[in-house]
């Protein structure tokens, strides 16, 4: 980690492979063809963005791009590309999930922003009636009649 502060409005994105996650028979004549490769994000996904990764439609954009067996999941902040290996990475997997992870923390960041945008203008119309309501209160003066006052 690069020690610099994370904001919520950064998008999400993978940083590294996880060696320590990787299978140990990897580079023998034992290791699988096929195996988890977990990988790191440079922040704690949202919950919008797990949910989005972990989907049909992210499992559907990968097949479009050639990877029908690989899946995905999230676990805490890392990725686990499952049924792949390094080289499938290398040749284009890796590249094919940065954009899908891209395009899902893209389109949860601008939810995210337009639900804080509407959050704002609803306090600020609530403060705006309250000012109102205030100010009408504020007019009424309880004084009685110049005839009533005379007696």
Do not use: C, W
Request: hydrophobic share 40%; charged share 25%.
């Amino acid at each position: 980690m690069t020690g610099q502060p994370i904001s919520a409005d950064q998008h999400l994105a993978l940083t590294s492979v996880v060696t320590s996650g990787l299978p140990t028979t990897l580079g023998t004549q034992h290791a699988e063809h096929f195996y988890d490769v977990p990988a790191v994000f440079n922040r704690r996904p949202s919950p919008p963005e797990v949910a989005a990764l972990e989907a049909s439609t992210s499992h559907k954009t990968l097949e479009r791009s050639g990877y029908p067996e690989v899946t995905l999941a999230v676990h805490d902040r890392r990725l686990v590309i499952g049924h792949t290996n390094l080289d499938q990475l290398e040749r284009g997997l890796a590249t094919a999930l940065a954009n899908l992870v891209h395009q899902i923390s893209g389109d949860a960041l601008a939810k995210a922003r337009q639900s804080r945008d509407n959050a704002q203008l609803a306090r600020d119309e609530q403060l705006a009636r309250a000012q109102d309501v205030t100010r009408a209160a504020e007019r009424i003066r309880f004084v009685p009649d110049e005839q009533l006052r005379a007696l």
